[in-house]
Every structure is written in C-alpha cells, then in structure tokens.
C-alpha cells in the first residue's frame, strides 16, 4: 500500500502544478511516475520506459548529499530539460528524490512550497515502507530457521505463518538450495550474504527466503509453478558471484512443511560434491545414484575391526587402483563382463583375471549376489571416506590382532600369486 500512496501524492502534486512529476527511490530506481503534462523530455521517456534515472543525467555523489531543494541545469546533448529536485528525507535519513520538470525556472514559491511539502510526505511514507520491510525481514528470517528445524510442530507453525503473513504467496512447488563456500579470506561469511543477495534480487517478493550462517547459504524458492528452472537459475547466480563454491540441490517438492527434508538432501548433495572431490559447481540430490543414500552416513560409521579381512585387503590397494575401478566398473554396470571391459577399455580375458584375482584377494564370490552387494557397498563407502579403510599412505587405526597384522603386511601384490583370503562370513572382531 506505501507505493500506491506515493503515487496518489505525486499525481495529486502534477495535477496542482500542471507538471510532470517522478519519485525515485535512494539508488534512482523509479517508485511513482505522474502523467505527463506535456513537458515531457527524452530523459523522462527513457526513465519511465526503465523504472529508473539514467546515471549520466546526474551527477548522483553529489545529489545524494543535498539537504533542501536544488535546481538541476539542463543537458540537451542528453536530451535533459532542467529540473527541480526535492530530496525525500525522513529524519535525517534520504530516501529518495522528487523531481518536477522545470524548463523555464518558473515554479513560484508558493509551488516550490507545494513540492517540498508534498516530498515531505513521501519520505514519511518510504520510511513506514523500510520499517515494514525490515520487520517483515526479521520475521521471515525467524520463521525459516524455525521451518528448517527439527521439530515437526515448529514446522508446521513456521509454515502456516508464513503463508498467513504473506512472506510467502504460493508453497505448491517448493525448491531449497545450499551453497558452500570454502574460502578463508571469507571467514565472517560476508560473500556469501552479498552473492546470496545478488542470486536472489531478480525472484518475485514473496516467492523466496534465504539465510546465511558463516560459509554457508540456503535459498528456498516456492511459487505456483514447478520451480526447477527457477532454482538451477538461482545456482548458476551464486556460481557466478562465488567462483569455486559447491551448490547442492534438493529434489523438489510440495509444501512448504517438505523444506527441512529438501534441505537436507542439499546439504548431502554438497557433502558428496566434495567427499568425491568433484569439481566446485552445481550438484543436484538426484543426480547422486547411491551417494544419496550413502552420503547421508556418517564418516565414521565403519570401523576397521568389523571388515571382513580379505576385503580389508582388497580396499587398502586404494580406489585408483585398476582392481578397484575394475571392481567397481564391473559392478556399476550389473555384472555385465562385455559392457564392463569395453568401458575399462581392456581385452575380456584381462577382465577375465582382474575379477580372478579380486576374488582372491578379498574372499569374494562375484557370482554371489550378497557379495556383490557387499563389495559395492564397501567400494561406494571407501570413495566417500567412509569404509573405516585409510590409503595406504594414512596410517589406518586399529586395535585387534587381525588389524594389526594386515598393516604390518604389505599390501597384497595384484600381480603376484596371493592366498586366499577368507570369505566375508568370516569377520575380524575387536580384541577388546
């Protein structure tokens, strides 16, 4: 309702004076614009055509200091008439600026009166306008954290809140994006708000709510359409404004009551961005296959005592190694030997003595469908960090016998002949 008033004040004033009027806002975007009164020059067709003066029509260092009305000579190469200008201020705070056409320096002073009362009156309003906003502004910023909470009953009431107070209009697509930025000469987060702030500037009010804690960035889009081009575009923003971050997309969803879960799905998408040290960009939970299952465990869940020793063994090698990418090509792609050794580039008779001798190795029966489970699980796990095996350069900790014994070996030569290692059933356990 602050702007429609503005705009009832500045009509109201043209009308009086017979004269074009516009009010722009502190940073010269257009706010009110009356009709015109046939004064009308290119610079104000150019202003109300882009909601905003151009920069070039005035010297704004120091229009932005003014404390009473000025005159502003005429530019014709601009194609600018002179004007009069009223700064909007409230308090000794600027809001913005009133400005009157005014080609032949003839406003008397009972109009110039009229126009200083008149700016006098639209600052109030824009003042009420900025403690509405910054008290909306708390508000939703409260109401998020509370949506993002862990508490089904704190969700639901933040949700309903916001749809109550307006913050947001619409929740039947809903979309929540995390952003990480890694850099230490940010350490107070101070990029991350201005890029969260930039990324989000072109969304519709009440489509949108963001927060910021340090590193970290979180934007939920929710509007009545699908949101998905809306929130890859909003990604590819704060890519832009920090170069070397990770965003992690949740998948989206409906309600607003959904956010926390998609919320997390991000925080998982960028967690598994950088645990299989994938480049700094875009990564939706979608697209993770099974890292969106096992992304969500945590790294220190597996623990060295409780491996199967043959498939400690085979881990140890490190997951550059040709036997584990043979392993894992082989078991990406269902068991599928001719698919596996075209992808691996190699003869199938070499596939053929890979497995051989990975079976070897780890106690492994490949054509065993709960090996092959394990194995998987165990490789995926070891990419993520999380299969309690360290490389071969770390030194892996361990309590029991059968540990201490494996780190004391070396690791199994894959060229070599290597025993036999025991089955999987056959599981080291803790000395203590």
Not at 8 to 24: G, K
Not at 33 to 54: E, K, M, Q
Not at 280 to 288: C, I, M, N, R, Y
Request: hydrophobic share 45%; proline share 6%; charged share 25%.
């Amino acid at each position: 309702m602050t702007v429609e008033r503005v705009q009832e004040v500045a009509e109201a004033l043209a009308s009086r004076l017979r004269r074009s009027v516009a009010v722009d806002d502190h940073t010269l975007q257009l706010i009110a614009v009356s009709p015109d009164y046939g004064d009308a020059d290119p610079a104000r067709v150019w202003s109300v055509l882009h909601r905003r003066t151009r920069p070039e029509d005035v010297d704004y260092a120091t229009l932005r200091t003014l404390e009473v009305p000025t005159r502003v000579a005429p530019r014709p190469e601009l194609g600018l008439l002179a004007r009069f200008v009223v700064p909007l201020r409230h308090r000794g705070s600027l809001f913005g600026f009133l400005w009157l056409i005014d080609r032949e320096d003839s406003l008397t002073e009972a109009e110039r009166a009229d126009a200083q009362d008149a700016a006098k009156a639209i600052g109030a309003l824009l003042h009420q306008r900025l403690v509405v906003r910054d008290r909306d502004h708390a508000l939703a910023s409260h109401l998020f954290d509370l949506l993002l909470d862990t508490s089904p009953t704190e969700r639901a009431g933040a949700a309903a809140e916001l749809l109550t107070h307006g913050l947001i209009e619409d929740d039947a697509h809903v979309g929540v994006l995390v952003v990480r930025h890694d850099r230490q000469s940010d350490s107070d987060g101070t990029e991350v708000r201005a890029a969260v702030h930039h990324a989000c500037r072109p969304l519709a009010p009440g489509s949108w709510l963001s927060s910021t804690h340090r590193l970290r960035g979180t934007v939920l889009l929710a509007q009545r359409r699908p949101v998905e081009d809306a929130l890859r575009a909003t990604a590819e923003a704060l890519l832009g404004a920090l170069p070397g971050a990770r965003v992690g997309l949740g998948a989206p969803t409906q309600g607003l009551g959904a956010a926390a879960a998609a919320q997390r799905q991000a925080l998982v998408a960028v967690s598994v961005g950088e645990s299989l040290d994938r480049a700094p960009g875009v990564l939706s939970f979608q697209e993770l296959g099974p890292y969106a299952l096992l992304g969500q465990l945590p790294a220190d869940l597996i623990s060295n005592d409780l491996l199967p020793l043959g498939l400690f063994n085979l881990l140890r090698l490190g997951t550059d190694h040709e036997l584990l990418v043979t392993l894992e090509t082989f078991l990406d792609n269902a068991g599928d030997k001719q698919r596996a050794a075209h992808l691996l580039a190699v003869h199938r008779s070499t596939l053929y003595h890979r497995l051989d001798r990975i079976e070897r190795i780890s106690g492994l029966d490949l054509s065993d469908g709960q090996h092959r489970l394990l194995a998987h699980l165990a490789v995926k796990l070891h990419r993520l960090g999380r299969s309690g095996v360290a490389l071969p350069a770390e030194a892996p900790p361990a309590h029991s016998p059968a540990v201490l014994a494996a780190r004391r070996a070396p690791p199994p030569d894959p060229a070599g002949p290597t025993r036999v290692a025991p089955r999987p059933e056959q599981v080291r356990h803790s000395a203590g």
